[in-house]
């Protein structure tokens, strides 16, 4: 993972977000409605990185504190199996 690009980070965090999210079976509003946002704009945007949104580090405490993950997991690689 040293030579990541800081797109490719929030890519990875973006998706991991999704995966603990889905797993606690919390739409993208529970999540943004949790996270003190009125709007799923936040969660939505930054699960994907669309346009350059992306979650910062007060963003992914507060996920990690709200879905009881830890802060280290976002930044894991996903391992794929075929």
């Known amino acids: 993972m040293q030579n990541i690009s800081s797109q ?5 965090i973006g998706k991991n ?4 999210r ?5 739409s993208q509003l529970d999540l943004s409605l949790q996270m003190g946002y009125k709007s799923v704009s936040i969660v939505s945007g930054a699960e994907i990185c669309y346009k350059g949104k992306h979650f910062n580090l007060e963003h992914i405490l507060k996920i ?4 009881k993950v ?5 930044f894991k690689p996903q391992i794929t199996t075929k």
Do not use: T
């Not at 990690?64 to 879905?67: D, N, T, V, Y």
């Open 8 to 12: 490719d980070l929030y890519k990875l």
């Open 17 to 20: 977000v999704a995966k603990y």
């Open 22 to 26: 889905k797993a606690k079976n919390l």
């Open 64 to 67: 990690s504190q709200l879905l």
């Open 70 to 74: 830890d802060f280290c997991e976002f």
